[in-house]
């Protein structure tokens, strides 16, 4: 879905924040920041493709020619600068930027290539080189209403999955049998793709946090996280919800209460003005109380939008204060080395009053076949 006037918008609101930056120029590679400026993104690979954003005038992009109409289509605002396979890139390279003729400080995506970097950087031997991070973040960080839509369409297209694997049985099936699953049902229900690989960490597994899915059966007893998303307009969501095989014991049931609690109460501290530490502080201050402090060994969540991890991160140290629109993940978890783990995950939108989650699937402890 594309909407010209909100990337012309975002473009403009680069510009006065490179400019705000003190300086001449933002460069930005095939990344999820070129979809957002722009809506126009594609897999990077080596040939070069740029978006050059100066704090005056206007956008320019330099392209493969087989982009060339593409990227045409894509912004309004943001003139194109074409080269051949034939000649490569470097003339038109040299032609953009003596366009925008870049002076001082130049801006850089984080994630762009040094094959792309390089040639700019030989080519303006007068200028200074920054990472963009802050820059771009604090236009990413507050979502739109158009965006929020989409992270919460997404979120229930997860929240199907969930609903629907709960009735399926879980005993000797395999971690990646049902990762599968919930992958297909998340697309079935409109979700375009999996915005990562689906975690199904059973029994000992569940224990690491980032264990993904193995060929490992579930028996009776385990206990198993679920950890996923898709997107939708290319926007995340991302869930996690702590299931039993069979009859739970108390010691996870205990586990999975003060898991519960924990994000219970973190999200219900978000509203603007708060910083992201403070939320961090809440969850970990009732599982410190509940003697599980030592349990919990990660941040308590981070932003997401059209990327899986991005800004805000809600975390020890981040004093950063939330505002309205922003959307990020709220995440305690507990693990017991070889033993089990309990994560419970939503994404929240932080509304003028409060939080509002993406994800409505049930926070009790589910018992599965
Ligand atoms: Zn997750
Ligand atoms: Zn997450």
Known sequence: MSHPTRHSERLRAAQVEVGRQGASLLVVGLSSSMKYLTGFSDEPGERLLLLLVPAEGDALFVVPQLYEAQTRKASGRADVVAWSDGEGAAGALSEALGRLAPHGCVLVDDGLWASSLLPIQKALPQCQFASAGSVLAALRMRKDSDEVALLERAGACADAAFAGILEAG???????????????????AGAEEPAFKTLVATGPNSALPHYRAGDRRVCRGDVVILDF?????????????????????????????????????????????????????????????????????????????????????????????????????????????????????DVVVVTESGARAMTAATHELCVVR
């Open 170 to 188: 879980f005993e000797g099936r395999t971690e990646l049998e049902l990762a599968a699953q919930l992958e297909e049902a998340m697309v079935e």
């Open 229 to 345: 998303g898709c997107r939708v307009g290319g926007y995340c969501s991302d869930i996690s919800r702590t299931v039993v095989c069979g009859r739970p014991s108390d010691e996870v049931r205990r586990a999975h209460a003060a898991v519960k609690e924990a994000q219970r109460l973190a999200v219900a501290a978000v509203r603007p003005g708060q910083r992201a530490c403070d939320i961090d502080r809440t969850a970990r201050e009732h599982l410190e109380g509940e003697g599980l402090g030592r349990e919990f060994i990660h941040r308590t969540g981070h932003g997401i939008g059209l990327d899986i991890h991005e800004h805000p991160y809600i975390a020890e140290g981040n004093s950063l204060p939330l505002q309205k629109g922003m959307t990020f993940s709220i995440e305690p978890g507990v693990y017991f080395p070889d033993r089990f783990g309990v994560r419970i995950e």
